[in-house]
């Protein structure tokens, strides 16, 4: 059974560019989270959806920030016209649902730079 | 709102020290709590875990022990090695799945 799979693993991105991130999360889980680490620091969150639906966005910038987690496919966590500032490693996890200890898996992540 | 606080890192130590790293929370209710461990170039994996007050979570050597009393969920582990070094996360969760993690603590274990 593979864990969660995020690719790109490293992405460069110019400012003003567009960032698509992928987010495939483990076989029968339904939920899926986005998390946000900047350098030196924790994770901090940022969306949690289930299939085509947005259940918590708290943690989300107001401005260039979206995801989708649409019926079939990946989640994708998007960043249009990129700033320095968006440079971070942003981490997927999935869970099975939100019951039980609401364990959370997390993928390999992936490394955003902005030039 | 909910949180947790880690202690500051890094912390260095040298192989076959004793481990202690504080974590606290702040909570309305009675959360789950966790600590991950992060490292290099991963992503976080589930170290242990504890669900209610006096809950014992343990995994590879480390124990932590839910404290309602003290709010606390410290991590210990008797004998660290140079492969426990790593970044170590507390976090806490309802069962709104939302997870509030602290900022990490940074391991090095020297031989």
């Known amino acids: 059974n593979a864990g969660v799979m995020q690719n790109p693993r490293h992405l460069v991105r110019r400012r003003g560019q567009e960032a698509r991130l992928r987010c495939s999360p483990m076989k029968g889980h339904s939920h899926v989270y986005w998390y946000r680490q900047l350098p030196e620091e924790g994770l901090k969150f940022m969306v949690y959806l289930q299939k085509e639906n947005i259940i918590d966005e708290s943690g989300m910038p107001k401005e260039r920030f979206s995801a989708e987690f649409p019926k079939e496919g990946p989640s994708i966590l998007r960043i249009q016209q990129v700033v320095r500032g968006d440079s971070a490693a942003y981490f997927c996890?999935?869970?099975?649902?939100?019951?039980?200890?609401?364990?959370?898996?997390f993928g390999p992540g992936t490394r955003l730079t902005v030039l | 709102g909910d949180s947790v606080t880690q202690m500051e890192g890094p912390v260095t130590l040298s192989e076959e020290a004793f481990l202690t790293i504080n974590c606290t929370y702040t909570?309305?209710?009675?959360?789950?709590l966790f600590w991950y461990v992060q490292y290099p170039g991963e992503g976080l994996q589930l170290l242990l875990k504890a669900t209610k007050a006096d809950d014992k979570g343990s995994n590879k050597g480390f124990e932590a022990t839910y404290r309602k009393e003290t709010t606390s969920f410290h991590l210990e582990k008797g004998s660290v090695q140079v492969s426990d070094s790593a970044v170590y996360f507390c976090?806490?969760?309802?069962?709104?799945?939302?997870?509030?993690f602290g900022a990490g603590t940074r391991l090095t274990v020297k031989p």
């Open positions: 996890a999935s869970s099975p649902g939100r019951d039980s200890y609401n364990e959370q898996f």
């Open positions: 909570a309305t209710g009675y959360p789950s």
């Open positions: 976090a806490l969760s309802y069962n709104n799945n939302d997870m509030r």
